[in-house]
């Protein structure tokens, strides 16, 4: 039987496997390993594959035609009777573009009727009650580029003139970059003029216009506007257009001022109540919610009113208020004009009025309690443990007479040697401190220093001739830029590479820093070390989820209010009074409610790329103008990369080449919102240097500083080198033996031992040196911005405009 066994057949690599016994599937065998547990049923979702081939392409069908009438029925509202007038805001493009005849013959339509705007707004209104549409035309004053982008805000189409030779000038440029980069609404291209010039020039200066309009609008189609019938196409197209949808709006109602009136407030004369008439667009408005004025700051709603419609289709209603009016014998005073002011004080109706217990409140920031993190007021039980142990530490002194305890406290025994030991200690402490804050303020004030014979030598120009001191006035700014593109180029050559300072230990100068094993993989607690200005902003626990709690509502909850398209009276409270003074100047005045939460500060990350029309260095931490959405401010900004790490580093200069993120304190804005960021020149004009979008609010977003201080190898051996110049005493290389080194070269290794006193020091790599690497060491530290919102921002200066904007081959070809 041994031999038997000795010699039985044994399987080989392909013997068959079969399949294992599925027990689990039998009843019984289930429900004794369950142990009685009963799985929990998951909700069966609708599939697909529960409808037939018909029923699917029946519901496909449904749905379509759905989207097709929600399209259909959006066309027809806009500028009908029931909805908000067609609004058309009409840019101009170029100094030579003939404004009033273009709008003298859209005004001069059969069968329609003309309005002039009363209010300080300017414009005019079409009214054709034969096709049952209305129209309002608004025109953006030439140069003026904030109101150009607040009409856009709120603008169904703009109608671009062109000039019929050269299209658009360097302003009209400038113009449609900002538009582009904000959102473009529906447009259309409109030509005036050109019939002086002989046909065959014409159809030239066609053709040229044509291939000039191909970058910035591919599918684009000029529509000449010389006669009424061309005028009639052009309203057609206007009205027949597909509209374009801008995010930021679409979510909030929004207005543009009709008229507007303002009551000083018994306190003062300065602020009071600002009564705005207008159409409500977007969204339906709620009275207690609040509105944000563009260019003025956030706002209470006191009362919503409903006067009767200036732009009205059927006239006779009109005349039927007019005639109850006159039945319950309402004296009207004033000429027969018609005053719109005391015409809205007579035919008020209340809409509605402010709930002050569900009004938003005008709550900014957080007041920080600076008690807040300190301990409570402590028990009866601590109190008398405390008196427990003062009892046991009491102590016999013999003092002489007349020793108050006071004194005697003071009076050491032999057997507190040890404790007068700790005094020097805490002496000793206290003396590095102060020779730390010494050194500190040494270095603050050397780099004042510096600062104050930078400017010295920037600011010494000599002109040689009198009629050159204008031109030699300039001459101080061109020494700043050309230290700026200075220190652009070392950043690049040498990113974030610093001396070590001689005078100061780099222990002390670089306090604030650390080292890490791996900028990626290390962790970092983003709340540790949080500044003072962090006690002032909100913050969410969720904000996607938040955000997308927020818009679900909105698509699918009814809010009371007023509804789209009703011209209605907003009593905004506490307005100063150069709000209407910017009205009465003939600029647009723009409303946008606010979403819950946007009136309350934050940091917002915004990714933004450099425009290709600016070439100047931005430095991180300078003051720039930013138009977020409906809201413009000015801020100081930080610079970092856009990654999809936990830690992201800080870049000294807008890159030209790549997209960055930039983070500032600013109030919270909901998603998507487009971002324009602007630079203001010394004479007043602003130049744009980046667009992009909202990325995100997020205060826990870090922003790491990097440090570079660079060594040269001086002895080198297989594995060991002799590193100078990156200290220059001993106990900076001990302090800073923890961190790791690199080299350009790619190598890595650590500081073995100083050697001597100066600053030289051992080191061990991963392999041996190359006389010409470069041995550097990393430090890092959390940076936040400044605190330099201002939500006021100056009106900037018309640029000056050249006569052509065209490409110099497309110029060749006249």
């Known amino acids: ?154 603008a169904d189409s703009l109608l671009f003139i062109l000039d019929p030779v050269d299209g658009w000038d360097s302003e009209g440029e400038h113009c449609l970059s900002c538009l582009f980069a904000q959102g473009l609404p529906s447009y259309a291209l409109a030509v005036p003029g050109g019939t002086d010039l002989p046909p065959k020039k014409r159809i030239d200066a ?31 197209h206007l009205s027949s257009q597909k509209q374009r949808h801008l995010a930021f709006r679409a979510r909030r109602a929004h207005l543009l001022a009709h008229m507007a009136e303002f009551v000083p407030s018994q306190d003062s004369d300065l602020v009071g109540t600002l009564k705005v ?12 919610s609040l509105v944000h004025i563009v260019g003025h700051g956030d706002f209470q709603l006191s009362q919503v009113d409903a006067p009767p419609d200036p732009l009205s289709l059927n006239p006779r209603v009109v005349k039927g208020q007019k005639r109850s009016q006159q039945d319950m014998e309402v004296q009207v005073c004033g000429d027969d004009s018609g005053n719109g002011a005391v015409e809205m004080e007579e035919d008020v109706k209340v809409l509605m009025k402010a ?138 050559m040498f990113p974030d590479e610093v001396d070590t300072p001689r005078d100061v230990p780099a222990r002390v100068r670089f306090q604030k820093y650390r080292g890490l094993k791996s900028f990626r993989t290390s962790p970092w607690d983003p709340k540790e070390n949080l500044p003072r200005d962090y006690a002032r902003i909100f913050q969410f626990q969720d904000f996607s989820r938040t955000r997308k709690n927020l818009f679900r509502q909105i698509e699918k909850e009814e809010t009371e209010g007023a509804s789209v398209g009703w011209y209605v009276t907003l009593h905004v409270c506490n307005v100063p009074v150069s709000v209407m003074e910017s009205f009465k100047e003939g600029k647009p005045l723009v409303l946008f409610s606010l979403l819950p939460h946007e009136q309350k500060m934050s940091v917002l990350n915004f990714l933004v790329r450099r425009h290709p029309g600016n070439s100047e260095p931005v430095r991180a931490k300078e003051e720039l103008i930013f138009h977020c959405g409906f809201r413009r401010f000015r801020a100081s900004p930080l610079f970092s990369q856009h990654t999809s790490a936990d830690k992201h580093k800080l870049e000294r200069f807008l890159r030209p080449d790549a997209a960055l993120v930039v983070t500032v304190y600013a109030p919270i804005t909901f998603p998507p919102a487009s971002v324009l960021v602007f630079k203001q020149r010394n004479n007043g004009m602003h130049d744009l240097i980046a667009t992009g979008s909202l990325l995100s609010v997020d205060p826990d977003r870090i922003v790491i500083k990097r440090l570079v201080l660079s060594g040269h190898p001086f002895k080198i051996f297989t594995k060991m080198a002799v590193v100078r110049y990156m200290f220059f005493n001993r106990e900076d290389v001990m302090w800073f033996k923890p961190v790791e080194l690199r080299t350009k070269w790619g190598r890595r290794g650590h500081i073995k031992e100083p050697l001597g006193t100066h600053g030289h020091m051992k080191c061990h790599f991963d392999g041996q040196l190359k006389s010409q690497d470069t041995v550097l060491l990393n430090l890092y530290k959390r940076v936040f911005p400044k605190w330099t919102y201002d939500p006021h921002v100056p009106e900037p200066v018309p640029w000056v405009r050249s006569e052509s904007a065209l490409p110099e081959q497309e110029v060749e070809m006249e």
Request: glycine share 6%; net charge negative; hydrophobic share 30%.
């Open 206 to 236: 066609r053709k040229k216009l044509s291939k000039c309009i191909e970058k910035r609008f591919p599918e684009a189609k000029l529509f000449p506007l010389n006669t009424e019938q061309e005028s009639s196409l052009l309203l057609r």
């Open 1 to 154: 039987m041994v031999m038997a066994a000795a010699g039985a057949h044994r399987p080989g690599p392909l013997k068959q496997q079969n399949k294992a016994h599925k027990g689990g599937k039998h009843s019984g065998s289930s429900q004794r390993r369950a142990g009685g547990r009963v799985p929990v049923k998951a909700q069966p979702r609708r599939r697909l594959r529960d409808l037939n081939r018909v029923d699917r392409r029946h519901q496909a069908l449904q749905l379509r035609r759905q989207r097709k009438e929600a399209v259909l029925a959006e066309k027809r509202s806009l500028g009908s009777r029931d909805g908000p007038p067609h609004l058309v805001v009409v840019v101009l493009l170029h100094s030579r573009a003939a404004a009033q005849d273009s709008l003298r013959l859209l005004q001069s339509q059969d069968s329609a009727t003309v309005r002039a705007d009363e209010g300080g707004a300017g414009g005019f209104a079409l009214l054709c009650p034969r096709l049952k549409q209305r129209w309002r035309f608004v025109t953006a004053q030439a140069g003026d580029l904030h109101a150009v982008l607040d009409l856009a805000k709120v």
């Open 355 to 492: 709930d002050p217990s569900k009004q938003e409140s005008l709550q900014s920031e957080v007041v920080p309690d600076p008690m807040e993190g300190e301990q409570t007021w402590p028990t009866e039980e601590e109190l008398q443990e405390a008196e427990d142990s003062l009892k046991a530490n009491r102590r016999v002194v013999k003092v002489p007479k007349g020793t108050s305890k006071y004194q005697a406290a003071w009076i050491v025994d032999d057997g507190e040697e040890g404790s007068e030991k700790d005094d020097d200690d805490d002496e000793d402490d206290d003396m590095d401190d102060d020779l730390m804050e010494e050194a500190v303020s040494q270095e603050g004030e050397s780099s004042e220093e510096e600062e104050a014979g930078e400017e010295e030598s920037e600011t010494m120009t000599v002109s040689e001739c009198l009629r050159d001191e204008q031109y030699d006035e300039k001459m101080e700014e061109d020494e700043q830029m050309l230290e700026r593109y200075k220190q652009e180029r070392m950043d690049e």
């Open 277 to 288: 008439s207008g159409f409500v667009r977007g969204q339906t408005l709620n009275v207690n």
